[in-house]
Structure formats: C-alpha cells, structure tokens
C-alpha cells in the first residue's frame, strides 16, 4: 500500500491513533498526517508527506470533493465503521463514490448492527462493493426481511424472516472476523452497582401527572409532550432532576441525583469519577454541584489530563467519548448520572475504562430513580435491547398502565 487513508471519529482521530503509535516500538517509525482544522490546514496535511493520513468522518466528504476522481488512497481505514450504517447519508455516498479506488478497505467497529441487522448492509457494501449482499439496500431487504411495524403502506420497521440471521453470517463471514476482548486477553474485573434513589411524594407527584396527561402547567412555561417519544425524553429528564419547559427553560424538580452522586463522590475517597450525563441542563447542574473542579472532556488536553490523573470529576456526553478513546489511565470508576435507551453508546462508553490496560476492577455505578422510566432502561439495557425500539415498548407499556 502506498497510501492509507484514516477515517474515525473526531477525538479518535486526532488523538487515538497518534497516542498508539507512540506507545508501541514497531510503530514509532510511522510518520502521521492528521488532516484536520480549517481547509488551509487540511490541505497542507494533505500535500505533507506521511505513512498514513488521517481525517475525521465530518471532513471526509470535503476530502473526496476535494480530489473528485483522483482519489489517491489505495488504503482506507473506516474506524468505527457503523458511522456509514446510514445509506442515505453523504459520508456513505462518498466513501462508495471512491471504494472502485480504493485497493484494500479495513472497517473496524464494535457495534456492527447497532439498531437491526439492517444496518450492515451498507457497511459490508462499502467492504465488497454488493458482492456478498447485494448491491442495493431494498433487494438485501426484500431477501431477509419482512415488513414489522407500519401504517398502512408506511412500514416503519422490519423483523427477519426465518434463519435469515445465519444466512447473513454465512455470507459475510469470509471477509468478517469477530474478536471479543474478554476471549483473548484478561480484562480486568467490572462490577455493576445500581443505586436507587427515591422522590418525595410531592415531587413524584409532578412526575406521575406528567406521565398521565403529558402536560405539567407552570405559570411561567408549561412542560409538554407532543408524542410518545417526546414523553419518554420527558420524563428521563425529570427522573435525573430537572426538565425543559415549552420556553426551554429548566425547571428544577428534586436533586435525588445529585445526593446520589456526592455519596460517590465521598466513597470514591479522591479517586477520579468518569461521570456520564443526557442533557444540557445535566452538565450546568453537575458544573455547579463540583463548583469548578469537574472538567469536561472535550479537548486533547482534558483526554491527556485525565489520563495523567489530573483531573477529580470529568464529565461527558457518551456519544461524545463513546467511540475510540483511551481514558483507562486515568481512572476506574464510572457513573451514569444520566442514562440512554442506546445500548451502542452504553457498551462504548464503558469500554472507554472497561478495556486492556486497566489495572484496577472497573466499578460502573448506575443512579436509578425508582418508580419512573429509569428502570425501564436499565432493564433494557439488561436485555441488551435496542434503542429506539426499546423505548417505544418500555414508553407503550407504562401508558398502557
């Protein structure tokens, strides 16, 4: 190969790859190009010479426009490739606008089919260019599904048919190679704690009227919800502690969580916390609880900083270090202050301290508010049940009752 190409996430690509090169001798001789910042910046990386080149997925697209039909890469990369499980998206149309290119492709992802099966088909035709399941996503459909969920000729999803799942690895599993860490190496130990935390009457009260009628009045700003999904955003906001009104402005119902989080905290006995939150308001609140000493992770010095055990309380969003990063360093202890239907973002964002190199039992504190939606995903997650999916059914039963 002459040329290789990188696409990652961004924090994965302009961190991750560069960090590993440096800690492993058989790899210090490679010279990187990362092909990020602004357009001058991307095209002096670009015209740099290098052993692999690296890009983010957001600037790829601007990098096929950018070389049109000389694509230059005869290697390509495609870390986490589930990012192109969308067909319909640009980043797909551009990876297979140059794929006839490209010599040799290597798509890595922990999470392959993270809503259905259904999202592979784009992620194996960018591998073997329609070879193994077709070239077009309706006749891949039509052979191995059939129609779930619809409104009369509006399908809203689909469900397998009979051994379509065996036949789908069959004709993949020449080109696809499955490696779970637990199975060839140690991984240190993982302890799940669940912390459930409970309401006042009147504050569940609030909690359940919402439920009910999907409408909480206030005189400066009513909390409303227009359908079953929105209720369940709803109402997860609420069961962390405080919540949009109409006027996006937060109205704040208990602090269950926050007392949760400081008995933690307590414990930890000035151990570093990776603490995961949902919303906005979540990251003002916990800003304000640690009053200036918890940092959010958001650039290459807050990643460095964590990892050299800087930093007491850092909190993220999971999809913003779901994917790629190296944070076991720094530390060995997670809470999910804010939970996610997204089984995806809550299997990666473990493994960000869950994985090799982890010196220390990883403890994984998951604060529950009791009665409300909380429960709902976590035995969702329990079940290894699917986002979306998951949330209409556990949303479906709760109006039921």
Known sequence: MQRILVVAPLRVARDTWSDECKKWEHLNHLRISKILGNEGERIKAINRRADIYIINR??????????????????????????????????????????PLVKRIVGLTGTPAPNSLIDLWSQVYLLDMGKRLGRFLGIYRNEYFVPDKRNGQVIFSYKLKPKAEQEIYKKISDICISMKAVDYIKMPERIDNFIEVIMSEKEKALYDKLERDTLLPFEDGDINAVNAAALANKLLQMANGAVYDENKAVKHIHSKKLEALEEIYEEANGKPLLIFYSYKHDEDILKEFFKGTARKLDTSDDITAWNNGKIQAAITHPASTGHGLNLQAGGNIIVWYGLTWSLELYEQANARLWRQGQNETVVVHHIVTKDTIDEQVIAALKKKEIGQAALMKAIKARLKT
Not at 67 to 94: C, H, I, Q, T, W
């Open 58 to 99: 957001e600037n790829f697209v601007w990098l096929v426009k950018h070389y049109g039909k000389s694509f230059p890469y005869d290697m390509v990369v495609l870390d986490e490739l589930s990012g192109f499980k969308n067909s319909s998206s640009k980043r797909f149309k551009a990876m297979k606008a140059v794929r």
